[in-house]
């Protein structure tokens, strides 16, 4: 692990080693924050600042952590950032921090930040952390993205609460799709977005 | 140094405590200005939109072109103080917003109750005779979403539009029909006082229906004032609302 590159820290995530398609973690908040484009941006920038940070502070401490309360030190620091985060996002982002609602606090539990932290942050230098962290909250934020879109597009006509489907179809009989809205269409598109990728990429096919 | 020993464990968990809420603390400090105006424009916007006053341009704009005055009155109907927006709402203190909306004057008054969950709130505008309700917004803490949180949709609120207080002069406020109370008419067949409550919801609802009547009540003296007779001697003159029953739990 330690010999990897920087770049395929990065890289990584988006695509072989993917949080939520390859790993299948922090479903729940995808499932939850993809209706509309703007949330689900904000979301994934979101984790990707708990993710970068967090996995960048502890591989700072890493050595001189007790390894008998280490679990307790991680959930310390990611609470930490993520109250900050919260606590921005309700002075500046008024609006979509109550759109975002609990999830925000459920950055906390999101198991793709314990999970690196205890995989990698813990055995790593700071700067190899901090290329993970960042790696794989873009891997988490491009499949909320992709979902988002697809969702806002056919559920609501709009994109970033723009209309971009002409009234002109609507007239045609063109109608939104309502299931879009509902979580389990998210939960669908990610096993599309799966099936997709697995199709692509040879190295994911199960013989 | 022996990272693993006791002592070194406590200590060290001990620090990061202490370095951690200091943070913590400066930085709730520091952004406190910021998500203050964030909640009292959100207000400002509520007391607009319960008014059906649309926002142009930035909200405190729209509040302060519609928003003519705003005052808190005691229960007896007088006026105790200027501008009510730092007031909460309380038994002693009962704040009033006075908008002009193109000419129609709304008095724009809050509401506070609890729900199933938690608590609920909201603004109601009244008309000019401060007996027909022009309309309502409403919010909770932790009503069911699908159920009680539906308290919010416009739908239910609409039908708070055109609904009359008082009956000559005794407060008669909204009743809504539940399992409970059949005899109560809906909105359909009782378009003065009656609501229909949300389906699958009687404890939310009844809630609504208890904050909205027990809240406007309470300014039953203000109305006397302002409809040119004298202020009521007291607030018990004015007879009881129908008690709504909290007996089924249909959540």
Redesign the interface.
């Known amino acids: 692990m330690a010999q990897t590159k920087n770049s395929e820290l990065l890289k990584n995530p988006l695509n072989l080693n993917n949080p939520i398609t390859v790993q299948v973690l922090g479903i729940c908040s995808a499932l939850a924050v993809t209706v509309k484009l703007e949330p689900a941006i904000v979301m994934a920038i979101s984790v990707t600042v708990v993710t970068a940070l967090s996995n960048l502070i502890i591989s700072l401490i890493r050595?001189?952590?007790?390894?008998?309360?280490r679990i307790?030190?991680q959930l310390?620091?990611v609470s930490?950032l993520v109250?900050?985060v919260d606590?921005?996002l309700?002075?500046?982002m008024?609006e979509l921090d109550k759109a975002l609602s609990v999830y925000v606090g459920l950055i906390i539990t999101n198991c793709i930040v314990m999970g690196r932290l205890e995989a990698f942050a813990l055995g790593n230098k700071p700067l190899p952390a901090l290329l993970d962290g960042i790696g794989n909250g873009f891997g988490y934020g491009a499949i909320l993205v992709i979902v988002a879109f697809v969702r806002e597009l056919f559920g609501s006509g709009t994109l970033f609460g723009i209309q971009v489907i002409p009234d002109a179809c609507y007239e045609l009989g063109y109608s939104n799709c309502g299931f879009m809205l509902n979580p389990p269409m998210a939960l669908i598109l990610i096993g599309i977005v799966i099936w997709i990728q697995r199709a692509k990429v040879k190295e994911l096919q199960e013989k | 140094m022996n990272?693993?020993s006791n002592g070194?464990?406590v200590v060290?968990?001990a620090i990061?405590?202490v370095v951690?809420a200091a943070?913590?603390t400066l930085?709730?400090v520091g952004?406190k200005p910021?998500?203050q105006a964030?909640?009292d424009?959100?207000k400002r916007q509520n007391i607009l939109k319960s008014a059906g006053i649309a926002i142009e341009g930035s909200v405190e704009d729209s509040y302060n072109k519609y928003v003519k005055k705003s005052y808190v009155v005691d229960p007896s109907g007088k006026v105790i103080k200027d501008d009510a927006f730092k007031t909460e709402l309380s038994k002693e203190e009962l704040p009033v917003y006075e908008i002009d909306k193109n000419g129609e004057k709304l008095y724009v008054v809050p509401l506070k109750g609890n729900g199933l969950w938690g608590a609920i709130w909201g603004f109601a505008s009244l008309k000019a005779d401060f007996n027909t309700i022009n309309g309502v917004v409403f919010d909770h803490a932790s009503e069911t979403p699908g159920l009680g949180a539906e308290m919010t949709q416009q739908y239910f609120c609409d039908q708070f539009s055109e609904k009359e207080l008082f009956d000559g002069q005794k407060f008669v406020g909204i009743s809504s029909v539940t399992k409970n109370n059949p005899k109560v008419k809906g909105d359909g067949e009782d378009p003065k006082h009656g609501i229909d409550a949300i389906s699958g919801s009687t404890m939310t609802t009844n809630g609504v229906q208890a904050m909205v009547n027990d809240c406007l009540k309470a300014y039953g003296s203000f109305k006397a004032t302002i409809s040119g007779g004298k202020p009521q001697a007291s607030i018990d003159e004015i007879p009881d609302a129908p008690e709504s029953k909290l007996t089924n739990v249909n959540e």
């Open positions: 050595n001189t952590i007790p390894s008998r309360i307790i030190v310390v620091v930490f109250i900050l606590q921005v309700k002075a500046f008024y | 990272t693993q070194y464990t060290y968990s990061m405590v951690v943070a913590l930085i709730a952004l910021f998500q964030n909640i424009n959100e």
